[in-house]
C-alpha cells in the first residue's frame, strides 16, 4: 500500500492531485445543478439536450486551439486564471437562477465553462505525466487521481442534490463558484510546477504537431480512434440522466443526486481494483470494464426503484473507474513529453465532442419511446461492442503492448 501511495510524496504531485480533486468537485456540483436549472425551468427534453451539446460538444473543437495557445505557458499563472473565469461563470448562474432564467444566456455560459474546464484538465494531465513518468509513478498516481476523481463525484453530486433541495439552486452555485476559488488559490500558492521547454513556434503549428502525431500510425492514434468509435454508446443516457431519475424512477433532486453519486462510488470502486490489477493487460481490462457498463445500463434500463438503479449505477461507475484510467494512461506512457498536454486535450476533446452524436441518439430514443429504451439500447450497444473485441482480440495483441485495441474510455 506504501509503494501504491508513493505519488503523494512526490512534489508537486500532491498539490496538482489536490486541485484536480477539488476541480472534479466543483464540476459535479455544476453539473447537477445547471441540469436541474435548465430541466425545472423548461420542463422539456430538447433544452436539456441543447445544454450539453453547448456545454460539451462545442467545447470540444475549442479546446484544443486554447490548449495549444496556452500550454507553454506557466502553469502557476494560467491554471489559476483559467479557474477564477470558471469561478466568475458559475456566479453568473448564481445571479440568472435567482433573478430569472434564460436559456441562452445559459447556454453561452456553459460553453464558456465547457472549454475552460477541458482546457484545464488537459493542461493538469500533462502536467501529471511530466511529473511521475521520470519516477515511474505515472500509473500510481493515475489511479490516485481517479479515486480523487471518484470521491469528488460522489461527494459533488450527493451535495448538489441536497442543495438544491434544501436551498436553492443559486446557493449551490455560488458554491461551485468558491471551489473554483479555491483550486485556484492551491495552484497559485504551488512551486515547481513543470514547464515544457521546448522552441517557440506559433500556437497555430504547436496545435498542428499534437494532430500529427495522433494521426501517425502507433497506440496513439488507436487509443483515441478507439475511444471514438464506442464513445457514443457511453454517451447516450447522459442528457436524459435527470429526466430518468424524476420522470421514469419519480424520485426527486436529491435523489437524482444520488443516482450520480452512486456512480461516483463505483469509480472509486474501480480506482481501487485498478490499483491492484494494473499490471495486467490493458485490452483484457478495457474490455471487461466495458462489458461492466454495458451491464450496468440494462439493469439500469429495467430498475423499478432508486436503490435498484443505484445499485446498477455502481455496476457500471466500476466498469467506468478502470476503463478510463488504463485509456489515459497508455496514451500518456505513448506520448512524448512536450506533446502530453496538447494530445491529453485531444483525448478530453474526443470524449467531449464524439458524444454529440450519442446525446442526440440517446435524446431521440427517450422521445420517442422512453429513458428506460435509451438505457437499453446504449448497454446492448457496449456489449456488441466487447463482443467484436473478443474476436479481434488475438490479431490486435502480438507484441502484448498495453493499449493497442482499447475500447472507448468511458464518460
Known amino acids: ?9 512526490v512534489w508537486p504531485f500532491n498539490r496538482l492531485l489536490l486541485s484536480y480533486t477539488l476541480n472534479e468537485l466543483g464540476d459535479s456540483v455544476g453539473l447537477v445543478a445547471m441540469s436541474v436549472l435548465v430541466f425545472d425551468r423548461s420542463r422539456e427534453i430538447a433544452p436539456v439536450i441543447a445544454f450539453f451539446l453547448v456545454a460539451k460538444f462545442v467545447p470540444a473543437l475549442l479546446a484544443p486551439m486554447l490548449t495549444a495557445r496556452v500550454d ?6 494560467v ?6 473565469i470558471e469561478a466568475m461563470v458559475f456566479a453568473a448562474l448564481a445571479l440568472v437562477a435567482h433573478a430569472g432564467f434564460h436559456l441562452a444566456l ?3 455560459l456553459g460553453l464558456i465553462d465547457g472549454s475552460l474546464a477541458l482546457t484545464g484538465r488537459a493542461l493538469t494531465r500533462g502536467a501529471v505525466a511530466g511529473v511521475l513518468q521520470p519516477v515511474d509513478l505515472l500509473k500510481e ?7 480523487g476523481f471518484a470521491v469528488s463525484s460522489v461527494g459533488g453530486a450527493a451535495l448538489a442534490g441536497v442543495l438544491v433541495s434544501k436551498i436553492g439552486l443559486p446557493a449551490a452555485l455560488l458554491l461551485d463558484a468558491a471551489s473554483f476559488v479555491a ?3 492551491v495552484l497559485a500558492a504551488t512551486a515547481g510546477l513543470p514547464h515544457v521547454v521546448a522552441a517557440a513556434e506559433p500556437w497555430g503549428e504547436r496545435l498542428r504537431a499534437g494532430l500529427r502525431f495522433a494521426h501517425e ?13 464506442a464513445l457514443i454508446c457511453f454517451t447516450m443516457v447522459a442528457p436524459i440522466d435527470v429526466i430518468y431519475a424524476k420522470r421514469t424512477l419519480g424520485t426527486t433532486s436529491a435523489g437524482f443526486g444520488a443516482l450520480l453519486a452512486a456512480w461516483g462510488a463505483g469509480i472509486v470502486i474501480g480506482s481501487l481494483i485498478y490499483v491492484g490489477v494494473r499490471k495486467r493487460s490493458a485490452l483484457g481490462l478495457i474490455l471487461t470494464s466495458s462489458a461492466a457498463i454495458g451491464a450496468g445500463y440494462l439493469g439500469m434500463a429495467s430498475a423499478t426503484t432508486l436503490l435498484a438503479a443505484c445499485a446498477f449505477s455502481v455496476l457500471g461507475g466500476a466498469g467506468n473507474g478502470v476503463q478510463w484510467i488504463a485509456v489515459v494512461t497508455a496514451l500518456q506512457e505513448a506520448t512524448p513529453s512536450e506533446l502530453q498536454a496538447r494530445v491529453s486535450g485531444l483525448l478530453e476533446s474526443i470524449n467531449a465532442a464524439v458524444p454529440g452524436v450519442g446525446f442526440v441518439v440517446g435524446g431521440v430514443i427517450a422521445a420517442a419511446a422512453s429513458p428506460r429504451a435509451a438505457f437499453a439500447v446504449a448497454g446492448g450497444g457496449i456489449l456488441a461492442l466487447v463482443l467484436v473485441g473478443l474476436l479481434v482480440r488475438p490479431s490486435l495483441t502480438p507484441s502484448g503492448r498495453a493499449g493497442q485495441r482499447p475500447s472507448p474510455a468511458a464518460m
Request: net charge positive; aromatic share 2%; hydrophobic share 55%.
Open 1 to 9: 500500500m506504501r509503494g501504491r501511495l508513493a505519488p503523494a510524496r
Open 72 to 77: 507553454r505557458l506557466p502553469l502557476r499563472r
Open 79 to 84: 491554471l489559476p486564471v483559467i479557474y477564477l
Open 106 to 108: 445559459v447556454l453561452c
Open 141 to 147: 498516481g493515475n489511479a490516485l487521481m481517479n479515486v
Open 183 to 185: 483550486v485556484a488559490a
Open 217 to 229: 500510425p502507433g497506440p496513439a492514434r488507436v487509443l483515441l480512434i478507439g475511444q471514438a468509435v
